[in-house]
């Protein structure tokens, strides 16, 4: 039975009702796909970067190849700035909009979501496809094979930039809905294709570099079409109604809720770009260290991004409904969970260093480089994970400006810190890898403090009665 402003008595049948029922149950039944989605997101990283690194078998430089995907991948990252912007605001708007029953609203929101990020990804095409050569000549590269593989594989993933940007758009009314199994077995298929593809493209048809930016474009249409067709579907987790639900005040609400995030992932991009510059100055062994290096990480951010996702999700849902006991009850279950595995991934990337390196490159000298990397930037995976599964219960809130300020100030540290620590080292980048670690330690601790204490000053406020004009705009 449908009541005014498009609300249900009933629990719409296209989420995954998270106010009620067990907070560890519900918090796990949306994490746990966001889980393997980020395991099997984590396993074709790796399996990317070792295809790309035995390029050797083309007669290439597996190092260049390495730092040419790694220096074009800044880019993409940049994007996915563009695309946290109306992701995010989906995402929560409708994750609020869910806890309250309110199908009318998800339909629009989604609908206007569509319209948003279309016109963002032409942006992000535009530049990629016909300026490639300004980006990659911002990192002051002097291996030519390096820039001139760098800018084809920038112009070949961007020509399928559309893909990319509205897969993450229907990811993001999936994970408000809570439905991330949906997402999981959507993104899987994509992923596993581009793994059957990278060795095929890369050494089969010789392509090298080029047909790894090639499997990854091929495998987001695919994604895409799928989407397509859920959507052409009467399973549809959104009716989109272009012709009478276009709105540009949802628009703006969408955009407004999501501009701390975009801004934030940007910021840290561009503060990313300006260490690769700085580690590009020592050649492309060591970059390519700094990539595999990363790569590595996601054994903790990969994790921590999937709970991030399923505790928005979690508190949007719950902070939509009311329910401000739940949410203080979901974080703290969170917490229970990820900080014992943030300690073991402290101790894993520290005390086999070595051998996870060892993966993928053989050379002694890049593997002396690259069990530094992992031991220094060991110390902060714990606090990488609380940053971000706090940020996403900020998100949830609706308070995206609180941890998006927190980032774009503990991400700017990283640059005054990298200068006033290499020259602190024999090996002057490793000051560089140190600021990263400091940083991120910092992060955690403050946003962690945050949280706790608005919750304290919600609390005092009398739950959500002080704030749940936000949650119904």
Same mark, same amino acid.
Request: glycine letters at 10%; a positive charge; proline letters at 3%.
């Given at each position: #039975? ?9 629990? #719409? ?34 399996? &990317? ?6 390029? &050797? ?23 996915? $700035? @563009? ?12 994750? *609020? ?13 989604? %609908? ?6 279309? =016109? ?7 530049? $990629? ?12 590269? &002097? ?53 059957? /593809? ?21 495998? *987001?249409?695919?994604? /895409? ?7 052409? +579907? ?31 992932? #940007? ?30 990480? =996601? ?12 505790? !928005?999700?979690?508190? $949007? ?11 203080? *009850? ?35 000298? %890049? ?18 994970? @609380? ?16 941890? +998006? ?7 700017? /540290? ?11 080292? &024999? ?21 962690? %403090?945050?949280? /706790?204490?608005? #919750?304290?000053?919600?609390?005092? *406020? $009398? ?7 936000? !949650?119904?705009?």
């Amino acid at each position: #039975m449908i009541r005014r402003n498009g609300r249900r008595d009933k629990p #719409m049948k296209v989420k995954i009702d998270l106010t009620k029922g067990s907070i560890m149950k519900k918090i796990l039944i949306v994490a746990i796909p966001m889980l393997l989605a980020s395991l099997v997101q984590m396993l074709y990283n790796l399996t &990317d970067m070792y295809w790309v690194a035995r390029v &050797d078998r083309l007669g290439e430089s597996p190092e260049e190849a390495v730092a040419a995907v790694g220096t074009a991948g800044f880019y993409p990252w940049l994007g996915f $700035g @563009l695309i946290a912007i109306v992701k995010i605001g989906v995402s929560v708007r409708v994750s *609020q909009a869910a806890g309250r029953n309110d199908e009318t609203s998800v339909n629009r929101i989604a %609908t206007n979501g569509v319209l948003l990020m279309a =016109a963002l990804a032409v942006l992000y095409i535009s530049y $990629g496809v016909f300026f490639n050569h300004h980006f990659v000549g911002i990192f002051n590269i &002097d291996n030519d094979t390096v820039v001139t593989q760098s800018m084809s594989y920038l112009r070949i993933v961007t020509a399928f930039g559309m893909a990319y940007f509205m897969v993450n758009l229907f990811n993001g009314v999936y994970d408000g809905l809570g439905k991330t199994i949906n997402t999981f077995y959507i993104m899987a298929v994509g992923l596993g294709l581009n793994m059957a /593809l990278d060795p095929i493209l890369i050494l089969g048809f010789g392509m090298g570099v080029q047909g790894a930016a090639l499997a990854t474009g091929i495998s *987001q249409t695919v994604t /895409l079409l799928i989407y397509i067709i859920i959507y052409l +579907s009467p399973k549809a987790p959104a009716k989109l109604r272009f012709l009478t639900q276009t709105n540009k005040d949802e628009m703006k609400r969408i955009f407004t809720l999501g501009l701390p995030v975009g801004v934030q992932s #940007m910021a840290m991009t561009i503060i990313a770009v300006y260490l690769g510059v700085l580690v590009a100055d020592y050649g492309p062994r060591v970059m390519s260290v700094s990539r595999i290096g990363a790569m590595i990480e =996601a054994l903790s951010w990969m994790i921590a991004a999937g709970f991030q996702v399923a505790l !928005a999700a979690f508190v $949007g849902q719950n902070f939509g409904a009311g329910q401000f006991n739940r949410v203080k *009850q979901g974080y703290k279950t969170s917490m229970s969970l990820l900080v014992p595995y943030g300690l073991a991934i402290n101790a894993l990337l520290f005390f086999a260093a070595e051998p996870l390196f060892a993966l993928f490159i053989d050379n002694e000298a %890049t593997l002396r480089h690259g069990v530094a990397y992992l031991r220094i930037l060991s110390i902060s995976q714990l606090f990488m994970i @609380l940053d971000m599964v706090t940020a996403g219960a900020f998100n949830g809130l609706g308070k995206t400006y609180i941890p +998006s300020a927190v980032q774009i100030i503990g991400n700017g /540290l990283r640059i005054p810190l990298a200068y006033l620590l290499m020259g602190m080292f &024999d090996e002057p980048f490793h000051g560089i890898w140190w600021a990263i670690s400091i940083s991120s330690l910092f992060k955690g601790i403050v946003l962690v %403090t945050l949280f /706790l204490l608005h #919750m304290m000053k919600l609390n005092k *406020q $009398g739950g959500f009665q002080s704030v749940e004009k936000t !949650a119904t705009a």
